[in-house]
C-alpha cells in the first residue's frame, strides 16, 4: 500500500477516535477541510511540517501516522 494512502487511513482512524469533524481538525492544524479530505482520502501527502502538526493535534508522535 502506497505511503500517502496509510497517511490518510491512520489520521482519518485517529481523528475519528477523538471524536472529532474533518473541520475540527483542519482547523487545529491551519488547513482547509477539503485538504483534509484529500489527504484521509490518500490522494495527496503532506509535507513534513503539516505532518507534525497534525500529530501534535492528534497527541501522537509524527512516525505513529506512518505505520
Do not use: F
Not at 483542519?26 to 482547509?32: L, P, W
Not at 477541510?33 to 493535534?57: D, M, V, Y
Amino acid at each position: 500500500m502506497r505511503l500517502v494512502k496509510i497517511i490518510g487511513q491512520n489520521v482519518k482512524r485517529r481523528r475519528e477516535r477523538r471524536g472529532w469533524t474533518q473541520a475540527e481538525l483542519a482547523a487545529k492544524v491551519r488547513i482547509h477541510r477539503i485538504s483534509l479530505a484529500r489527504l484521509e482520502a490518500g490522494g495527496k501527502g503532506p509535507s513534513w511540517g503539516l505532518l507534525e502538526r497534525l500529530a501534535h493535534a492528534l497527541r501522537v508522535k509524527p512516525g505513529r501516522l506512518l505505520d
